[in-house]
């Protein structure tokens, strides 16, 4: 086997039961930014599999939120659900794409097949009792939680206390008059380690934030993402959305300087560079000020 720390023997038997065939090689996946367990295997017969095995009880959930996507959405941007065992702790085993394109880099012609994918998620038919994303409301008013306290946003050294001062009451606004209600389904997780491509042909992945809501939002956050990646500035994608464009630098403002989630998570330096890409769009959007030095001074 490819693995050179022990895999837990429940989980390997579990996988085996799963696939109808003994498993011959666990290889890590690195990718992922929670402490779900990922490997690729290979069974005896050839076949392989991509595994995420629950670790926590929100890992556990999240599975669980994912494995009721697979079940009930038709869509050619899934892929394929090859098991699903929720005992004791929840095993999901996915089509292996470990040889597709994950990016970056982005090519101009991926950015245009993901934006129709995310059309077409749009407009499937979501599962029923899918939640809204009004529920999550509390994480799409995030300058709201910088002005109660910012602390945290500050010690990321990005912007002077005078500049988010005085512009702090704009972004507050803002994001208050973003559209985000609506009834389309939303993946609300999109960005490159959750994207790959099958030739040209777009596949998303982690499915355990999907909820309902306005369409603009999964463009929006990929916007961000996207641009820190080589991309084209969110602006490109989301022209004339001041409100979006607070929203979504508030959520990276609020996320970025706080604890990392568990020990070794990698999201808050993910969120961070985020961030670089997203207040610039607030800025422009709105008309604030250039901070000068932007994400050049040193940490507090």
């Given at each position: 086997?490819?693995?050179?720390?022990?895999?837990?023997?429940?989980?390997?038997?579990?996988?085996?039961?799963?696939?109808?065939?003994?498993?011959?090689?666990?290889?890590?996946?690195?990718?992922?930014?929670?402490?779900?367990?990922?490997y690729?295997?290979?069974?005896?017969?050839?076949?392989?599999?991509?595994?995420?095995?629950?670790?926590?009880?929100?890992?556990?959930?999240?599975?669980?939120?994912?494995?009721?996507?697979?079940?009930?959405?038709?869509?050619?941007?899934?892929?394929?659900?090859?098991?699903?065992?929720?005992?004791?702790?929840?095993?999901?085993?996915?089509?292996?794409?470990?040889?597709?394109?994950?990016?970056?880099?982005?090519?101009?012609?991926?950015?245009?097949?993901?934006?129709?994918?995310?059309?077409?998620?749009?407009?499937?038919?979501?599962?029923?009792?899918?939640?809204?994303?009004?529920?999550?409301?509390?994480?799409?008013?995030?300058?709201?939680?910088?002005?109660?306290?910012?602390?945290?946003?500050?010690?990321?050294?990005?912007?002077?206390?005078?500049?988010?001062e005085?512009?702090?009451?704009?972004?507050?606004?803002?994001?208050?008059?973003?559209?985000?209600?609506?009834?389309a389904?939303?993946?609300?997780?999109?960005?490159?380690?959750?994207?790959?491509?099958?030739?040209?042909?777009?596949?998303?992945?982690?499915?355990?934030?999907t909820?309902?809501?306005?369409?603009?939002?999964?463009?929006?956050?990929?916007?961000a993402?996207?641009?820190?990646?080589?991309?084209?500035?969110?602006?490109?994608?989301?022209?004339?959305?001041?409100?979006?464009?607070?929203?979504t630098?508030?959520?990276?403002?609020?996320?970025?300087g706080?604890?990392?989630?568990?020990?070794?998570?990698?999201?808050?330096?993910?969120q961070?560079?985020?961030?670089?890409?997203?207040?610039?769009?607030?800025i422009?959007?709105?008309?604030?000020?250039?901070?000068?030095?932007?994400?050049?001074?040193?940490?507090?």
């Amino acid at each position: 086997m490819s693995v050179t720390s022990p895999i837990p023997q429940e989980l390997a038997t579990r996988v085996a039961a799963m696939l109808g065939a003994p498993v011959v090689d666990w290889v890590p996946v690195a990718r992922g930014y929670t402490p779900a367990r990922r490997y690729v295997v290979r069974a005896a017969d050839g076949r392989s599999a991509f595994v995420k095995a629950a670790t926590n009880a929100d890992t556990s959930r999240w599975l669980l939120a994912e494995r009721r996507v697979y079940d009930h959405v038709k869509g050619d941007f899934l892929p394929r659900m090859l098991g699903f065992d929720a005992d004791p702790e929840p095993i999901l085993l996915l089509d292996n794409l470990h040889a597709a394109h994950w990016p970056p880099p982005w090519r101009a012609r991926h950015v245009e097949s993901l934006l129709s994918a995310l059309d077409r998620v749009h407009a499937a038919q979501p599962p029923d009792g899918l939640s809204r994303v009004d529920v999550r409301a509390h994480i799409l008013n995030g300058w709201s939680r910088v002005a109660a306290d910012p602390t945290a946003f500050l010690s990321l050294g990005i912007v002077a206390p005078s500049w988010l001062e005085r512009c702090l009451p704009t972004l507050v606004r803002a994001e208050a008059e973003a559209p985000y209600r609506g009834d389309a389904m939303l993946h609300f997780d999109v960005r490159s380690d959750n994207v790959c491509f099958v030739g040209e042909h777009p596949i998303l992945v982690d499915w355990n934030h999907t909820c309902l809501g306005d369409s603009r939002l999964d463009v929006a956050f990929f916007a961000a993402s996207l641009s820190s990646e080589g991309g084209p500035r969110p602006d490109d994608l989301l022209p004339g959305e001041p409100g979006l464009a607070a929203m979504t630098s508030g959520y990276f403002a609020s996320q970025a300087g706080t604890p990392p989630p568990f020990p070794g998570a990698r999201v808050r330096e993910l969120q961070r560079t985020q961030l670089l890409h997203g207040l610039p769009w607030a800025i422009r959007a709105l008309g604030l000020p250039d901070p000068g030095g932007f994400g050049q001074r040193t940490p507090a």
